[in-house]
């Protein structure tokens, strides 16, 4: 990889200094650019075109079977140009650094609650998780997929408490969330006239938490249908959480009493009004509750046990949380406490993202003001995918816009939210979503099939690798055997920021070149064969950029649209 090549030298060459390699805007400025003449000659007090200069001839004697020239830009930028022969030998490296040999990540996501429908915010988080995780494994991690599933509570008291009264098991068994949550909103709504189903509602808590058979019984069939659900909802989405660790917040209530002696003792927790809470003030936090004064455990202490679990079990280098902003507070107080906790050297990251909108620029609800079910919103999308496919392929069958619909109505989700940061928010545009024609997950899958379709079409002519690539020459062939050459820096960026709109925008540039080399060159009417075969090169590159890229973001292709 070029890029780190450049990287690597300049730190040998100027060690100590914190510089940038970017791609210049224009290619009258060369492939890639440095400022590192400013930092260094600023820190040196010398010239900083002279240190540029010093710089360029650095580079041009321990590359000079890459480099074409170098040059001194303004008052110092350091502008190479790569040769053509390098870059044309360099089509069929994929150049996907492997930094994560031996190191284990974990990467928890999605992490529903049972009994509630998944709703549009853990589609984000469903969809950024397993997208990082994907990126992760690419750059050699051992990745460990996680899913952290909302499954206690004294809500589920209630829910057995309505179940008891109103059950109606054929309708759980044919629409088992749906019933769940008619069960818990009838039991809130009796609640209102009956205050003395609260007192109900907790003693079947009680006895859920003491191990009675039938309250577990009851909690394990809603865990299990709840799981079900979740699943068909992951395969719907072709995200890998089936082979994901399960864990849920109830596999950790048997660790949380000794957890909670062991803060004690080492003077980490303190009693406060009743509760027991972990002051964080030092760390400008509000202090951690991990007890109420009624005896109950919280979220953040099932968290964190299950983090304590996950460092001694896995030793992970890192763990990421795919969770929304919103919790933001929650994990700034888990990691506070890890670190009180002396946990080791495992890296916490809380990878945060910010909510969804609708068109009108506020958060997307239903019209009742309610959150959305990812179920609804999955087959909204898939619908007017099917249009967008039927309008292109009239003479399609049926079975086959609806498998080609789903593909596309995935690509536009996944591609609507990673192309954007994580933090900021991100809208619904049905329309902008599927555009087939904009910076949309079925333009890239679109350039795909248009590509394959190249392929399928030069029947014999098989692509080739070798001398014959010298004849690529023109000035669209150039621009993207450049841009093929950043694949591994856009993939190992993602993992590194813990974003993947830097991969996203990689591949719509790389989707915009091809378009335009399509246009602009004859691929299979060119009537010199040599070239021909190195074209399809080219273009069998390119196509194989795009889907690896795609399927890095969880998106799949399609020979046709
Ligand atoms: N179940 C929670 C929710 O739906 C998210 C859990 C996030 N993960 C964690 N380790 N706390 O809001």
Known sequence: ??????????????????????????????????????????????????????????????????????????????????????????????????????????????????????????????????????????????????????????????????????????????????????????????????????????????????????????????????????????????????????????????????????????????????????????????????????????????????LEDRIEKQNPAKILYVVANQQALHFEQLFAVKDKLRLGSTETVHVKFGMVLGEDGKKLATREGKVIALEEVLDEVTKRAAAVVKEKNAELADDDVKRIASTVAVGALKYNDLRQHPYSDIVFDWDAMLDLGGNSGPYLQYTYARLSGILRNAGDAKAIAGPALLLLTHPTERALLRHLLDFGHAVAQCAHLYALNGLALYLYELAELANRYYEQVRINDDDNAERKRARLALVSAVAGRLKDGLALLGIEVLERI
């Open 1 to 306: 990889m070029f890029r780190q090549w450049l990287h690597d030298t300049l730190t040998r060459l100027y060690p100590g200094h914190l510089f940038d390699v970017l791609v210049p805007p224009g290619a009258a400025m060369g492939d890639y650019s440095t400022n590192i003449a400013f930092v260094v000659a600023k820190a040196a007090k010398v010239n900083p075109r002279q240190l540029a200069q010093e710089v360029c001839d650095a580079l041009m004697r321990e590359g000079a079977e890459m480099l074409a020239r170098c040059e001194v830009a303004g008052p110092g930028f350091v502008n190479v140009f790569l040769k053509d022969e390098y870059l044309q030998g360099q089509l069929g490296v994929v150049g996907v650094p492997a930094i994560g040999q031996g190191k284990r990540v974990i990467v928890e996501y999605s992490s529903p609650n049972i009994a509630k429908p998944m709703h549009i915010g853990h589609l984000r988080s469903t969809i950024i998780g397993d997208a990082l995780a994907n990126v992760y494994a690419a750059l050699g991690y051992d990745v460990v997929r996680w899913n952290f599933i909302g499954d206690w509570g004294t809500q589920f008291g209630k829910l057995i408490a309505a179940y008891k009264r109103w059950k109606d098991d054929a309708a759980l068994q044919a629409h088992p969330i749906n019933e769940m949550l008619r069960l818990y909103v009838k039991f809130h709504d009796e609640m209102k006239e009956h205050s003395e189903l609260e007192r109900e509602g907790q003693e079947e808590f009680r006895k859920l938490e003491e191990g009675d058979a039938e309250n577990r019984e009851i909690w394990k069939r809603f865990r299990e249908l709840s799981m079900g659900e979740f699943n068909r909802m992951y395969d719907r989405l072709a995200v890998r959480l089936q082979a994901a660790t399960v864990k849920g917040e109830s596999d950790y209530e048997a660790d949380l009493k000794s957890l909670i002696e062991r803060l004690v003792a080492q003077g980490l927790a303190t009693e406060s009004e009743g509760a027991l809470i972990v002051d964080l003030s030092a760390e400008g936090l509000a202090p951690a509750l991990l007890r109420k004064s009624d005896g109950a455990t919280l979220y953040l202490t099932r968290d964190l046990a299950s």
